[in-house]
């Protein structure tokens, strides 16, 4: 024992001073990043945005790679396998990372969880000249740029809270989700294509404006007021946006919200990179008036009333200011890059407030079909640019308001193999006949009520004798 403790010494000596020899020598400095750290063992996230970077940056340099399939992604992820070296370069320097392992300590430990006992972390190499390049910058360049691979890796969701029971619902969460996987792409949305262009403008600059929003102090939201009939495409413009900006979708029914204070739950549970959608706003609730209502009562009792009870009966209902709260007023305390969609079928309808410019920042009227979209869909569903019949189309879609919908359905074609392309063509024109002779009838009945309106308005602005004999009958009578 009294030999063993000086040899402790000299080892622990011996050990700093070699440290000593090789730090004089070696010129790198290394940086290791833990899978898991803290008191509790939580997977770090510089480890995971390592993992993503270099799955994505430099697997290619790699020779010895690994495959998996995580529960966040549809398709198995490639990475570097263990003990691998790859060299990345930023801005001109080189580093050297390796995934690592530290083994058990007691071999003879048997466990069920071996991630706890094998202790993953990468190592980075780099000259000592390009520590500060490497600690204030490489870091965080990596943290970006692998959580930005994370995000577009992941499985995206179509999250709602009015769940049914095939939907799945974790820990008491107000959303419930399911895979998001509506194929509608700005490629397949027939509109007009200056308009279509204007949204994807919007959409990456809102995407690439980070900094910017950041540095005129206003939350990262953008919000998209959506109108026009029935079938123009609305709820596929929606999902166009989500594919294109790879965000989830929350589809709020506001009718299955009770309170202001649920409201406020549900929105703080959502998160970045995401649609807030709230569709048919006109129909979910009678939000349309409310505030007026609210002020002439305001006027009768406000006297009555102490600030404090407006508020909780505030709260124990769901209002226009509740959501106009929700739509602006939280934003900024919960992060960013939300966008929010409203759609409706009348626009005329919704309060002014709900929809002024900073709240629904683009006004986008989804028309009825015109030629340019019957191009698009044609191209989409029969692969098609041109042919003789789009003359007499074109004409026909100038005559009559006809939902691209509808012209979809048309050009569906009910058996993929017999079916020649003039034959939907002309099961389209059909469609766009049948449609123009209804709106006929209908213009007409409508003329022919009007009419009978007028007249029937004439006939009862005759004074006729008899009437005023018994008038002056009943005047006498009145007291
Ligand atoms: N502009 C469009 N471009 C491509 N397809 C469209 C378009 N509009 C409608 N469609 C087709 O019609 C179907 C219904 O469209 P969608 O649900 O997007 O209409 P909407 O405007 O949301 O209707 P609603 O007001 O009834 O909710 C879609 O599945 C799509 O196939
Ligand atoms: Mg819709």
Redesign the pocket.
Known sequence: MANYIPFQIIRDHLATFFHKVVSLVNPYNEITIHEYCGEYMNRDELYAASQAYLSSTCSSRARKLKADLSEESDKPSVTIDDYEEVIDTFRGVRVWWCACMRLPNSQTMISFYPSQDQRKYYRLTFHKHHRKLVEDEYLNHILREGRDVTVRKRIRKLFTNNPSSDWNGYGGSLWSHVVFEHP?TFD????DPKKKREIIDDLVTFREGKEYYKKIGKAWKRGYL?Y????????????AIANFMEYDVYDLELTAVKTNTELRKIFIETTGKSIIVI??IDCSIDITGKRKEKEEKDDDETDKRLPQMEEKDENNKLTLSGILNFIDGLWSACGGERIVIF?T?HVDKLDPALIRRGRMDMHIQ?SN?TFE?FK??AK?YLGILEHDLFDTIQTLLSEVNI???????GLMLKDSRNEDVGACLMNLIRVIEAAKEEATKKAQQKLAAQENKKSSKEESSIVRPLDLEEKNSKDELAP
């Open positions: 509608s397949t949305l027939a509109m959506l026009g009939p029935p079938g123009t495409g609305k709820s596929s413009m929606i999902a569709e048919d759609t079928n989804m079909c979209a698009v869909l989409n939902s691209p919908a509808d012209v979809a359905e």
